[in-house]
């Protein structure tokens, strides 16, 4: 079955259009290298910020189109309206030139991601089918086509004297679970949530980094929402060979130090590429760590303590902190987070909940300490804690006496081997749903096929 698939995808070409953040770039280097392995031609079409590396891909060919971008900014709404508007002429001008100058080697389809709306309507346009790629979780895609609804029933813009209240639409979330940018005027989320639902509903097909052990029931709803065929494949890096996809240097002397630990001891703690904590909420991470006896391994990002753009590390941490943890730490940049948790030395992940670390996280059976920053970072957090039951969800701030207790509850407590144990269960299932009959195996398979069927 696979060889005659190979047979038939020679000379098929994909044009794949990743939004230009780690969280994305991550999923869609996955498919294009799954796409590549079942024998299709990958063209990356990027913009010039936050660009990829091609030498790490040299059998794949590079389209750049200026995007308007020079940095991130905290505003990320507003950035991706702009992305939108900045990239939709130069993707228009590189989609036409690229059907005249490859000729011969016909494109199959155009993968885009969800939030590159601009992207998708000029692909439909010039007749090519455009299938996206949803790097978030099925329950989130369901709040988005719910946004409307949500707004008019009250729900949002959200208001701090609400947070608590359960949205019976979409349970198991609760009002401060749902979409949130707070850099972000909330009118501005509403209309690129608006935009990005348009698109996906006249789109071919969409795919999903996530599996039906998990999210099947939520799955099943976006089906029921939009008349589009559906192809959950995750977990995509599961699936996929490994790929370079990083934008920033992976450290890999922590995987040294993973090495020399006791097995099931380290507590990982990252926060994704966006999230970023003020000064306080530095100290109070890091005496949280000096006071809870666990080995760590901490990635602090460049950029990610705000208001200190300048701020050095280790040195900007609180005075005692390296002499208390001397020996017990590891603190690194940039981190190769998915080896990272397939290593046998780490017990627990305290993560922000972006959905490529959350999935990672579960793909590995690492139980979770949530403290969700902004996006759809509270939503997946919940499902963490109240669906699957494999962590703990940070609620009241960052205080380090809270969050040393929430660390030994998860890592050395009764309460914390139940945890354990429900995350082997849901590695187990995650194997099954990649293995050669299981359920993103086999979506994979349909979904080559749907691709030579256009
Ligand atoms: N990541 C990494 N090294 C790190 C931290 C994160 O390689 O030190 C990767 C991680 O494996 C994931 C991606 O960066 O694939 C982050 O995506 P996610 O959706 O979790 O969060 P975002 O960065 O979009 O907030």
Partial sequence: MESMVRKNANGHRIVLFPA???????????????????????????????????????????????????????????????????????????????????????????????????GQAVAKQLGLPTLVLRTGSAASFNMFIAFPLLWKRGYLPIQDSRLEVPVNELPPLRVRDLLRVEQSNPEKLRQLIDLVVKETRTSSAIIFNTFLAIEGNELEKVREELSVPIFPIGPLHKLSPRTEGSLMDQDHSCLDW????????????????????????????????????????????????????????????????EEETRGRGKIVKWAPQQQVLAHPAVAAFWTHNGWNSTVESISEGIPMLCKPYFSDQMGNARYVSEVWKVGIQLENGLERGELESAIKRLMTEKEGDEMKRRARDLKEKAAQCVAKEGSSHVALDKLVDYVLSF
Avoid at 79 to 90: F, H, V
Avoid at 280 to 288: G, I, R, S, V
Avoid at 305 to 317: E, H, Y
């Fill in 258 to 321: 993973l090495d020399k630990q006791d097995p099931r001891s380290v507590l990982y703690v990252s926060f994704g590429s966006l999230a970023s904590m003020d000064t306080k909420e530095l100290a109070e991470t890091a005496w949280a760590l000096a006071n809870c006896q666990q080995p760590f391994l901490w990635v602090l990002r460049p950029g990610s303590i705000r208001g200190s753009a300048r701020i050095v590390l280790p040195q900007g941490l609180p005075q005692g902190f």
């Fill in 20 to 118: 230009p953040f780690q969280g994305h770039i991550n999923p869609m280097f996955h498919l294009a290298s799954l796409l590549h392995s079942r024998g299709f031609s990958i063209t990356i079409l990027h913009t010039n910020f936050n660009s990829p590396d091609p030498t790490n891909y040299p059998n794949y060919h590079f389209v750049s189109v200026p995007s308007g971008l020079t940095t991130s900014t905290d505003d990320v709404v507003a950035m991706i309206l702009s992305l939108n508007a900045n990239c939709e002429g130069p993707f228009r001008d590189q989609m036409s030139r690229m059907r005249l100058e490859r000729g011969g080697e016909p494109i199959a389809c155009v993968v885009v991601d969800a939030l590159l709306y601009s």
